[in-house]
């Protein structure tokens, strides 16, 4: 609740008091320590006024400059609090995008994995088929032997030379097996030619 102050008039205590000390001197007695002491109170009571309207205009000053500071306080505060809002909704945007990237990373590293394991598995199959033809080719090596062709050609020239020698002998049975060794080599070499085209 604010007071109205109503500041006194210049120099109307000092004229009163003035005035209430001149009659004190003109009068006797009592009255004139009344009139005395009225003079006193009355420069005693304009001190505590002017006293009280100063302290009155700093406090009004105080009250002036505490409004002006709790107003930009609010301010400020409103400002943070938007500020704090605008961090909220961009950590929350950040943690859902996180979130997604999380997620599809996830789905990939499960797809990988998938392959990963898809492809050991045929890896397994293959080194088992791998290890079958090894084991059939050792087989073969084990049976057959590699013979350069123009070997294989030289020694069916010579059945050739060998049956027909036999022929002219006579002995049927010699040139029969002359001429079954240059079928099989014949069949050798036809298989060979028939892999080289295929």
């Known amino acids: 609740m604010s007071a109205t102050v109503v500041p006194l008039p210049p120099n109307s205590s000092s004229e009163t008091t003035d005035f209430l000390r001149r009659m004190a001197s003109m009068v006797s007695g009592r009255n004139g320590e009344m009139l005395l002491r009225a003079a006193a ?3 005693s009571l304009a001190q505590r006024a002017m006293t ?6 700093q406090q009004q000053e105080e009250h002036t400059r505490s409004t002006a500071l709790r107003e930009a306080a609010e301010l400020a505060s409103d400002a943070m609090v938007g500020q704090i809002e605008a961090l909220r909704a961009q950590l929350a945007e950040v943690t859902a995008t996180a979130a997604a990237e999380r997620e599809a990373f996830d789905a990939e590293r499960g797809k990988l994995i998938g392959l990963m ?3 050991e598995s045929h890896i397994g199959k293959l080194t088992t088929e ?8 050792d087989s073969f090596n084990a049976t057959a032997v590699s013979v350069p062709i ?15 020698g036999f022929a002219r002998k006579g002995d049927v049975i010699s040139q029969a097996m002359s001429e079954i060794g240059g079928f099989a080599i014949d069949q050798a070499l036809t298989m060979k030619k028939t892999a080289d085209q295929g």
């Open 52 to 57: 009280a309207e100063r302290l009155f205009h």
């Open 117 to 119: 394991q898809s492809a």
């Open 150 to 164: 123009e070997v294989l050609r030289l020694a069916r020239t010579q059945f050739d030379v060998l049956s027909a």
């Open 130 to 137: 791998l290890d079958g033809l090894r084991a059939s080719v």
């Open 41 to 43: 109170l009355i420069e």
